[in-house]
């Protein structure tokens, strides 16, 4: 099993609400990553857990907060978002947290958000 | 600065014609550099990844070259195909010992094949 899920596929939220976005994996990787990215835009890393462990956190708001129950599940609660929230939101996992190898990060599909 | 440039910004060609894409990137120390192919909407998906020490790597009608000196990477596509129509990403990676990797993104060329 080389793929990385994301659910929900799309997401329409109030600016009161609050959601989850899940990613799932099943490689065996020890790394798992959030990224945001806007349109015609490039990703933007947001969270990394190497190990279960949060090990950047790229000075993401608060109403943003991730979670890494175990190894395979990686979550981005979300709450109070803004408008300019909305974007695809994708997840990455990769072997390790390291450079020392390749280290090469699988993608998931991605899950469109709109705030409103 | 770590930075990754791509160009063109987009392209379009006709069905079954190649075309190159370009990457200049002044990431230090270098590790490894990535080409993605990203449909609208969907999540980054890899076709090559090569190390300071690879010059080409092909990947079907994919073919990708390094030169480490220059700091230049290629994307070669032959006999393009509708499926192609896609934005490519070259991503960089920094080397940081046995601490996090990180990944620099350029912004990617749009590339539109028409039938």
């Known amino acids: 099993d080389t793929e990385v899920t994301q659910t929900p596929k799309h997401l329409v939220m109030g600016m009161t609400n609050k959601k989850s976005l899940k990613c799932e994996q099943h490689m065996g990787h020890r790394a798992m990553y959030w990224y945001k990215q806007k349109a015609k835009k490039p990703p933007e890393l947001m969270f990394v857990?190497?190990?279960?462990?949060?090990?950047i956190n790229e000075s993401v708001p608060s109403r943003f907060s991730p979670e890494c129950p175990n190894s395979s599940l990686l979550n981005l609660h979300l709450h109070a978002l803004q408008p300019e929230d909305s974007a695809l939101y994708l997840c990455?996992?990769?072997?390790?947290?390291?450079?020392?190898?390749?280290?090469?990060?699988?993608f998931g599909p991605g899950t469109r958000l709109t705030v409103l | 600065k770590n930075q990754v440039e791509q160009s063109p910004q987009s392209l379009i060609i006709l069905e079954g014609k190649n075309c190159t894409l370009q990457c200049n990137y002044t990431v230090s120390p270098f590790s490894n550099l990535r080409w993605y192919k990203q449909d609208t909407g969907r999540g980054p998906v890899s076709l090559t990844i090569?190390?300071?020490?690879?010059n080409t790597k092909s990947n079907g009608r994919y073919t990708a070259t390094l030169d480490a000196d220059t700091k230049q990477s290629s994307l070669h596509i032959t006999a393009s195909q509708l499926s192609d129509s896609a934005s490519y990403i070259c991503v960089v990676s920094a080397y940081r010992g046995s601490t996090l990797g990180r990944l620099y993104f350029g912004r990617g060329t749009q590339l539109t094949v028409w039938p």
């Open positions: 857990y190497s190990y279960e462990k949060l090990s």
């Open positions: 990455a996992s990769s072997q390790d947290g390291t450079s020392g190898s390749i280290n090469e990060q699988f």
């Open positions: 090569m190390t300071f020490s690879e």
